[in-house]
């Protein structure tokens, strides 16, 4: 992923006034009416949303997604706008926590009135992510102190959510799922140290066997936690790829040709009481335009959706 990491001030003075609506009563504006639709992760068309925002939106409307988990949005109204115009609702954002102020992250979260407010990945300290490519090194070679500062980094995270009304989750890759020398994963460190009340699960199922876990094991051992699953499917997963990058990345390929357990994975994620359902299929798109592959996963998540 690119990161694209910028601010404007009014968002954050406009927050406030958003907060104040949501704590008085009033519903939250996107993701109500459209659960039962599969909604995408805005990272699978980027390139488009830059280019032609409102036409982007509107073809992912048309394609019949309900809504879109938002990712590095930059001008708030105007992306509420558009979804409005779209007929799509919102009820995700995936935030680089660590690399700005939480509260500040949090308050644009609050703005365009989102249920969850998730991490893309967490870092152990406050980063500098200008150079991606170094930061996915350092991400593929966190310890497992690491995993303990971040579990303590994701219960602040949360608690500081949560006086906001909004609920904080945590998105797995494959790194978290590599073993150190007493056995135990990084991600069995963040199960164990942060509140369940207070870090939520959005389970990117690819990514989870990509490393070399069974996410429908997972899900089921974690049922109480687990709000969102994330569709991404990958060629092979043996030997296990714990590491993120253009290695694991060329592994990826459309919904439902590849050997992710997806379907017992949705499964699950439906019997634990997860909310809502989301496309996050990295590029490359092997011979189709993102919207193409948009399309084809949707079908595919859609027809689960039925089943």
Known sequence: MKMYLSRRSLLIRSAAVF???????????WGGGAKSKPGV????????????????????????????????????????KMLGNAGLGSPSEHFFFGSEDTEKLLDDASALGVNYAVSTFLPPERWKMSDFAATLERLNHLTADDFRRIAAF???IGESAKKRGLEYAYHNHSFEFRRFERGETGYEILL?????????????????AAGGTDPV??????????????????SAVTPPLNEIGGAAGAHIVDLGRGVVPLKAAYEAARRAGAEYFIVDHDPPFHGQTALEAAKTDYDYVAGLMVS
């Open 154 to 156: 994701a219960n602040q």
């Open 217 to 234: 094991a997972l899900i089921t051992a974690n049922a109480e936690r687990v709000r969102l699953l994330h569709f991404k499917d990958f």
């Open 19 to 29: 907060a104040g609506a949501h704590a008085a009563g009033l519903t939250r504006l």
């Open 41 to 80: 992760q805005m990272y699978m068309v980027t390139p488009e949303y830059r280019k032609d925002p409102s036409g982007t939106l509107a073809q992912l409307a048309a394609i019949g997604y309900g809504y879109v988990e938002a990712f590095s949005i930059t001008n708030i109204s105007a992306f509420r």
């Open 192 to 208: 164990k140290e942060t509140d369940p009340q207070l870090v939520k699960l959005e389970v990117d199922a690819g990514w989870m």
